[in-house]
């Protein structure tokens, strides 16, 4: 009796599989290569800070804060430009670009940034900076202005010669001059850096509605199309009869095993110190596993990952890099947890950080 019901379980779980994966192939592909077809791709370069407020890293987290929100407009597929990223490294070693250009490019004008994008082969360009910060005492508040540029590459930028039309030329898509504000506190104390990250991203969300078309007030309306929704669905509904087919094919399951006991390490953060980058972190909990060790990985200027010479024992919850590098880098790292068990979480990953030595 046992094989026959698990013969006819088996049966009923493909027949479900089929359909699932018939409904797929039924959706109609034309929406989602009509959607793709629409996407703009915009490079976005990095914010200038003209704020004179002091705030280290200012100008990083304006360009990672304006990037993500264009990235989350419909219709939109924004990047970060690098000196550092492969697009540009591969248009280097082709000889489309020249270093002197890309490393320019860092602090780039509107003349520059469509000869990169035409370069690059993006629709669009966005050029910004960050006007003024400023601080109200009591109570505790930031307000962030930015303000910036979207030029269009076709129409600036000549086809034939790949040439940026004369400066006095230039065709602006779509500028901005926006302001965010961060919340406030009564009494605060605190660091000013969360509030300025708050009131950036503000500014950042409203520029992204600007060069959108949206209302200011709009929320960004999510970038997947509706039948994408329902693929999803059909996948969820055919391993979740794949799931449950399994577990009532073997009365003898052990249930989950030591993998999903191997919990990652929560609240990464940085903090540059005068020549060091210290690394701060909360323990794994909801776990019955002993740790061994912590294992951390260091990432320089967007490049592979690599092991530190570290051994974090599972009493800390830190760690000090002593071996920055001279000059400006992007610094990124990720830890993750080996256990007694022979298991290892997944990595946690801090961000990148700008950071001068």
């Known amino acids: 009796m046992y094989a026959i019901t698990k013969r006819s379980s088996h049966r009923t779980i493909s027949l479900l599989l089929t359909a699932c994966m018939v409904a797929l192939l039924l959706l109609p592909a034309n929406t989602t290569s009509a959607a793709q077809a629409e996407t703009k791709t915009i490079l976005v370069f990095p914010v200038l800070d003209e704020s004179e407020s002091g705030i280290e890293g200012t100008d990083y987290r304006a360009t ?7 990235d989350a407009q419909t219709g939109f597929a924004a990047t970060k430009f690098s000196a550092h990223s492969p697009l540009v490294r591969r248009a280097i070693a082709e000889g489309l670009l020249r270093q002197v250009d ?20 993006f629709d669009y360009v966005v050029i910004a900076n960050v006007k ?23 129409g600036n930028v000549d086809e034939a010669t790949g040439d940026v039309v004369d400066p006095d030329e230039l065709t602006v898509f779509k500028a901005f001059g926006v302001t965010g504000t961060s919340s406030t506190f009564a009494h605060y104390t605190g660091s000013d850096r969360p509030l300025m990250s708050e009131a950036i ?30 693929k999803w669905l059909l996948y969820a509904v055919a391993v979740g009869v794949l799931v449950i087919g399994i577990s009532n094919s073997s009365s003898d399951d052990p249930g989950p095993g030591p993998a999903e006991q191997a919990k990652p390490i929560t609240n990464l953060s940085l903090q540059p110190l005068q020549t060091n980058m210290q690394l701060m972190w909360n323990p794994p909990t909801g776990t ?3 740790i061994l060790r912590y294992e951390i990985s260091r990432q320089v200027d967007g490049g592979g990952f690599s092991i530190l010479p570290s051994n974090v024992g599972p009493g800390e919850t830190g760690y000090t890099d002593t071996n920055t590098l001279d000059g400006r880098h992007a610094y990124q790292y990720r830890v993750r947890v080996l256990y007694t068990s022979g298991d290892a979480s997944a990595y946690t990953y801090s961000g990148a950080l700008w950071f001068t030595r």
């Open 64 to 70: 990672s804060a304006l990037h993500m929100a264009i």
């Open 288 to 290: 019955t596993l002993q």
């Open 102 to 121: 890309v490393e320019a490019g860092e602090m780039a004008d509107a003349e520059l940034a469509l000869f990169l994008g035409g370069v690059l082969e």
């Open 132 to 154: 003024s910060l400023d601080i109200q005492d009591e109570p505790r508040q930031v307000k962030a202005v930015l303000s910036g540029q979207a030029y269009r590459v076709k």
């Open 201 to 230: 991203k503000a500014a950042a969300s409203q520029a992204a509605r600007t060069l959108a078309g949206e209302p200011a007030g709009q929320q960004p309306v999510a970038k997947r199309p509706k039948t994408q929704a329902w």
